[in-house]
């Protein structure tokens, strides 16, 4: 299965760009992401690797993950000035008593681009995504200490609870991890 074509969607006051990614195009970007995830890593953030990210390590993460895009397996990208300045990943539940939901599997924004609504961009367009193909639930795991966590929270995301120990950092200690919830309409229960 291939994701339909989706217009690009443009903040033009902040000169970024939302766009999502097939399996056919992902190669394409391939560089941007890996430099995304390094920096990601490098700033401390919790996605599953540890610092230093060697290059090859990262770009076997993305091509582990471009053929696996589909209908259920979701990426979008940010961009300015044609770089790529964050991404989200969202992965659709498929079994029969879970799709109603969705999981938040990465959301990055390079750290010179922080605090400029690039995160709230990427989970607008996820969430209208999500919408659009029933699900009225997402879920996303954060670091709790994390300004991502504040951030979060600030955009509609509420959370369920807190693990002690849950993530490791990138450099390599536990860190609490809090489970991130937001209902996407507003009779959904």
Known sequence: ????????????????????LTAADAHWHLDGLCELLEDGVRAGASLGFL?????????????????????????????????????????LATTADARHRATVERLVV?????????????????????????RTLLVLDVDAAAEAARALHRLGWDA???????????DGMPRDGTRLFKRLAPDAR
Request: hydrophobic share 50%.
């Open 51 to 91: 610092a230093p990210l060697a290059r090859r390590e990262a770009e076997l993460d993305w091509q582990d993950l471009q053929p696996a895009l589909s209908d259920a397996n979701l990426l979008w990208i940010a961009r300015a000035a044609e770089h790529i300045v964050g991404c989200v990943h969202m992965r």
């Open 110 to 134: 390079l750290s010179t681009h922080r605090r400029r609504g690039i995160a709230g961009a990427l989970l607008a367009a996820a969430e209208r995504e999500a919408l659009e193909r029933g």
């Open 160 to 170: 369920a609870g807190t693990i002690p120990g849950y993530l490791a950092g990138a």
């Open 1 to 20: 299965m291939t994701i339909p074509a989706t217009r690009p969607t443009v903040d033009a006051a902040a000169g970024i760009e939302i766009r999502a």
